[in-house]
């Protein structure tokens, strides 16, 4: 006789089966790819907490009054979770898949400038890049 398989080979093995036929789909993400949403929230205050739940963000300092948050989401595999909501002073942003997933996100989320942001509980600089527009280029003097 043959014992039965116990619960964990039985896991394993769809986990396993699952894992072989997302690799053998080829499936690839690339939310930087996706079109972008955004949305906007009108905020008084002086301080911000915002929650990522580690879902790459890059905070930016900017000429508004308002909040603007872009989301970039790509999925081919798994449960979808969305999330952008402002509470008093916590905007709390998340972008990802559960079960057996494949998906890649991104946020940008714009405030305005003087406005203290904890991130993730911890204080954090407004580190993202200012969006200014290129320099035209000109011919080098004495060259046509």
Sequence with gaps: MFPSPGPRRSVALVVAGAAAVLGLTGCSVDASQQKPESKSFRYAGTALKLTTHEVATDLVAADRTDIKVTRWFDAAAGSEHLTWTLKGDTLD?????????????????????GIAVTKDGRKTRLTGKK??????KTAPAGKS
């Design 93 to 113: 942003i998340d972008a990802g898949c559960s079960g057996i997933a494949l998906c890649d996100a991104k946020f940008r989320v714009e405030v305005p400038r």
């Design 131 to 136: 969006t200014t527009p290129a320099p035209a």
